[in-house]
Each structure stands twice: as structure tokens, then as C-alpha cells.
């Protein structure tokens, strides 16, 4: 079985994250996200996986190889956005497609049931199969309802008073005969808007996903995404967590220092006598001084955070940014990559600040 992973977003909604790693690689409980993905094809069947990438594709291809877990991966490079469809389209004409695949959103971390998805596809004899997923709240989303065989019958955008509350949960079982001939080359093409719409009435069918499932292309939803992890759903290979349900990876300095709950401390993390990091993140080589806090935020590579300095919840730190002792980063607060904050100084709530501005 083959899959194409469509990951050539810049991930703007996860800046100042992604202004240094791309979406796709960015740590997720420790590991690559996109790590999630592959673990959850292969386990229905899935073989080979081509990977749609654009923004930073060469790194992608570095952290990830040609070969994972004895999937074989494939890359597909988009020189200018192509849109959702796009790039199955591109990756149909460089001949690399076999006659049925699975398209998979790469922002979404899931173990929605592939294998019964297929199963369905091959009953119902679809030409598209979309997986589709139940959610408490559809205000920042389009609806698909469906009829009582699963035909969908509309893409439906935002409304107060949806028919179904079932969405797009971003994994398709497409026909190869579909992408040649409802797919046209050359340009961006959305199968949201273009492609799913004019297939309604002619093989199109929703199938009800269950199980597990997040979009985490923001910072608030990365966040939750990793908490969910820890807490072992969706189920996943992480190393064993800590009694805080924290997970402190090798190299890290935490003697004298609270960390957790729910907690990640990349790689050779130091966190200071009576620092306290809880419900964070932290990247790689990040430095925590004594008596600071960090509470529900993401630090990226190589930050450094001073004696006696607070980053507030949902503040997010680009890499290699420097806050200056007793500084204040306040709640929902974004420092671009390499951003300075002198000692004693405070970034406000909701603030976003670049390199070349700093914050005295």
C-alpha cells in the first residue's frame, strides 16, 4: 500500500517555530512529528510513502532518510505551493503513484482505523473515501454530511447551524483514475474547494473515523497534542515517562530543579537549582536558569532563559532568543529566532516581537 503525506506547508501558524525546523520534523514529544505519521501507515500496511515538501524540504529529507522503519520514502518537491491536490497531481506525472493511494494531511496526529477505512472503500466500490471526523465544536470548520449509505453529499463552510458535525479529518482513499483526470497539472489545486465538491454524486463517500484525532498546526494545539502523548493517547513507542509523566531525554541537568508534570526536556537540557518548567516544552540545549519558570510554553533550540525569569502560558520562543535574568515573557507572547530581552525587562501578553527589535 502506498501513501503520499502531504507536508509542503511553512507552517506560519507555528512560527517562530518553524522559522528554523520545518513542520514536518518539528520535535513532537521528542521525536519528529511527522515520526507519528509513518508509525501509524505502517501499521496499516503501508509500504511506501512519498512525501509532498516544500519549505525546507532538504532538511525533511535530512532528519528523515530514504528508508524508515523499512518503509521506503520518496520525495516529491513542490518549487511553489500546489495546494492540497497539487501535489498528488505533480507526483502522478513524475509516474510515481500506483493505481490506488492514501493521501494523508501531514498537520494531524491520529490513529483513525486506515485499514477499516479501505475496507469500506472496497465495498461501496468508492472512487474517493474520506475519513470523517466527529467534533464536539464545528466553528472552525466545514461540515460533510453524508446519506445513510455514506455518500457524501456537500462540502459545507463554517455555519451557526450545521447539518452533521462530522469534518474533513484529512485521510483519503483516492483512485489513481481520479488524479488524472479530476486533478489538473500545472497550477495549485484544492481538493476542498475544486476537486471533492465536483466528485459529490459521482463515487465520493465519507467514512465515520473514530479513535483519536488533532490538528496540530497551531501552538496551543501542539501543546495539547503533547500533554495527550504523555498521557499515552494516542498509544505510541515514547520512552517511559517519569513519575511526573514527564519525559527528560539524554544529556539533560535537572538536579535541584522541579520539571513536570507533563513535561519534555530535549536533549541536553539544563533546568537550575529551584527552576520550575511544568506542562512545557523545550527543545534541544535549552538553558533554564536557578529560580526561573516556565510554565505551558514552548522554547525552541539553544534558548536561554535567566535566573529568575518567567515565560508565562502559550508564550512561544523562537530559537536561540536569550532572556536576560528577572525578565517577564508574558501569556501568548512570540520572540522570533535570536530575539534578546534584557535583564528585568517585560515582554507584554500577545506580544510579538522580532530579532532586530529586542526588548529593553
Known sequence: MQALVLAGGEGT???????????????????????????????????????????MSDDV??????????????????????????PVRLAYDQGLLEERLLVLNGDVLTDVDLTEELAQHERT????TLALYAVEDTSSYGVVPTDADGRVEAFLEKSP????????????VVEGSVVGERIPAGRAVSFEREVFPA????????????????????????????????AGHPRSSLPPRDETG????????????????????????????????????????????ADAAVVEAVLAERVRVGERARV???????????????AVVGEGARLEPGVRVESGATVEPGARIKAAEGVR
Request: glycine share 14%; aromatic share 8%; with cysteine.
Open 13 to 55: 501558524r507555528l512560527r517562530p517555530l518553524t522559522y528554523t525546523t520545518p513542520k514536518p520534523v518539528l520535535p513532537l514529544a521528542g521525536r519528529p512529528f511527522l515520526s507519528f505519521m509513518l508509525d501509524w501507515a505502517r501499521e496499516h500496511g503501508v509500504d511506501e510513502v512519498i512525501l509532498s515538501c516544500g519549505f
Open 312 to 326: 508565562e502560558p502559550a508564550a512561544v520562543v523562537g530559537a536561540g532568543a536569550v532572556i536576560g535574568e528577572g
Open 161 to 172: 447551524d450545521p447539518p452533521t458535525n462530522r469534518i474533513n479529518a484529512g485521510a483519503y
Open 246 to 289: 514527564s519525559l527528560v531525554s539524554e544529556g539533560c541537568l535537572v538536579s535541584g530543579a522541579h520539571v513536570g508534570p507533563q513535561t519534555v526536556l530535549g536533549r541536553n537540557c539544563s533546568v537550575g537549582t529551584d527552576a520550575r518548567v511544568e506542562r512545557s516544552v523545550l527543545h534541544d540545549r535549552v538553558i533554564v536558569g
Open 125 to 128: 466500490g468508492a472512487r474517493v
Open 61 to 86: 529529507r535530512r532528519v528523515l532518510g530514504d528508508i524508515y522503519h523499512g518503509m521506503r520514502l520518496r520525495y516529491v518537491v513542490e518549487d511553489e505551493p500546489l495546494g492540497t491536490a497539487g
Open 199 to 230: 466528485l459529490v454524486g459521482e463515487g465520493l463517500y465519507g467514512f465515520p473515523a473514530a479513535g483519536y484525532w488533532i490538528d496540530i498546526g497551531t501552538p496551543e494545539r501542539y501543546l495539547e497534542a503533547t500533554w495527550d502523548l504523555l
